[in-house]
């Protein structure tokens, strides 16, 4: 049993379960699940639902829901669209908790309108809903399996979720066939009601789970889905496997921000941010929960590789390099433990090369070694084949170093390379629950992610920073503009809300006349800039509308003819407010810092480099909100350009501590302020440590009104 919320676990760990829809016909979904449920071992009570009544698969059936007389915690629901809605209401009243819609038939086609009123029913009743549009589920600690799925289910320590029917049929076999046991495996469907979340919630606690397996295609509500990854990631690793990579429908042509914010790239990030494993493929995904399943924790950071060919331990080491996997490099260290079974001309450096003359005794040895030799943490075992080794003889002696690595909790992973006897080895071993692949980058690459999750598992808690803001202010400037019938700020209304957040900006003033522009440029100081201020032009660079590093007045009033001739020309009907002076600011790493609320994951920031060419080097990163100040600068490394923060070429390092404080200070202004969707300081020029760094310019767009969705600016 597990300790979860008595809620959630009465669907895992049910007293009862009906199937709705039960039949005597054996080409039919409802006699496929009672036969599952009662070749699974299940131990509670059984209630066929079928409207004749009669004896199903030896099971006497009720002809209603109503004629049940015991206690049920789970109905699955097999019959057609038109009737499920009724099934759901009679459920509710008889107070069955959890109803697993097998029926399609819904939103998927479109049919949006039924899907509503079923869960509106279910929450009516206080009932919730799995699906609708899914194959049911598998229980390990009910030895239940309530699906129409295969009826043979290995049991073990993977759990997995899954939005896709078809695959998650699939990896059942799969799973078998991988010789990777499941704890359960459930199928989401529509996510109508009960999403990844609920079920995260359950698995998170559930002492038979040791690994967590996600397939998603979208995400409803990303917000509850961050907070559910971060309290299971805490406490064991959570594999993802994500499609739908495309960015269409991600782009909003008023902001930087909204236009590289990818649905991919944003899913990428907040994944990283929760410390979840992304698998690229279904193969890579199995592959890890298989490892993450029964290979022990790594002690510490050592790793070694062992092999019979040089050119597989520089793929190996390559390997390493990529996925982060320390090699260990103590020479003296490695050849005291290695040189016994070392030939005259093989080598302990790491890679321990074996040679192409190795034998089984030379491997038996080298994995005996590096099991009792503290100072190493994990072992990659290569093997390429030879005449000079027999895989038939060569694979039990492997099964056999696979077994002790565990028993001494040490992770240990293999990659095989040769032909058709050595695929039989590379089965032999799979079948055995070893850790094996065909290529050494795909072994190294599993042993990565146990690194990586024992990393983050070190990691001490981080409490979230809110900063505290003039909200009251922000709030007002920004129904100051709606009532302007504005969806976006002026440049000046957005200087007054850098100000109320307290985001340091160069001194500016708008001036409406040539002379007021040379008073004000005088009262800052020369150098200054020029910008146009119009409701209209939100790209100001490319309207012509700016005028840059003027030394003089005369300079400052052909800037001023020069801006407003040029967005004339080129936006002639746009309304022209002014021009701001501004600071001219001195020159520092260019950086882009914004927020907004994004269709999955609710507030989110970004970070990374700046300037007239953010949208071209793409060079950015995402945070779901609100974070910690560990997360804000985990930010500033992500990108490829952090280099230039640290400082190059001689240059003094770049004020990182100010930079994690604009981002915590842009995100406030979402956290705090509902009438802001959309916020964007490009560039923030970073200077050198100590020195600070400036919000150049801000692009601010306000949600629609209540209901609505963001706004675009016009």
Known sequence: MSDAPAGISRLFEPR???????????DKIGNRIVANILAGGYRGRVWPVNPKGGTILGVPAVTSIDAIDGPVDVAAIAIPSDRVHDAVVACGKKGIPYLLVITSGFSEVGNVAEERRIVAAAREHGVRVVGPNIFGFYSVTASLNASFGPKDIRPGRVAIVTQSGALGVAMIGKTAAEKIGLSAIVSVGNKADVDEADLLEYFRDHEGTRVILLYVEGVKDGEKLVRGLRAATARKPVVVIKSGRSKRGAVAAASHTGSLAGSDEIFDDVMRQCRVLRAETVKE??????????????????AVIVTNAGGMGVLATDACEKYGVRLYDDHEELRRVFAPMMPAFGSTKN????????????????????????KIHAVIGLYCET?????????PLLVEADAAFRDGGKPLVFSMYGGERVEQGLAALRGAGASAFDEPYDAVQALGALFRHRAWAAEPPEPEVVPEIDAARISAIAEKARADGRRFLLAAEAAAVLDAAGIPRPKARIAR?????????????FPVVLKVVSRDILHKSDAGGVALDLDNAQEVVDGFEAILANCRARAPKARIDGVEVCEMVAKGVETIVGARRDASFGPVAMFGLGGVYVEVMKDVTFRALPFGRREARGMLKGIRSYPLLLGVRGEAPRDRDTTVETILRVGAILERCPEISDIEVNPLVVY???????????????????????GSGG
């Open 387 to 395: 005449a000079m080794l027999d895989v038939a003889r060569t694979t």
């Open 688 to 710: 050198e440590q100590g020195k600070g760094a400036r919000a150049v310019d801000a692009r601010i767009l306000l949600v629609e009104a209540p209901g609505g969705r963001a």
């Open 16 to 26: 009862g379960v009906a199937v709705v829809g039960a039949s005597p016909h054996p």
């Open 351 to 374: 890679p321990i090369d074996l040679t192409g003359q190795a034998s089984d005794k030379d491997y038996q040895g080298a994995f005996r070694a590096a099991l009792a030799e503290p």
């Open 285 to 302: 995904a199995l592959a890890l929960c298989k490892l993450f399943a029964s290979a022990p924790a790594p002690s510490g950071e050592n």
């Open 513 to 525: 006349r040539i002379d007021a522009a040379v008073g004000f440029a005088t009262e800052i100081g």
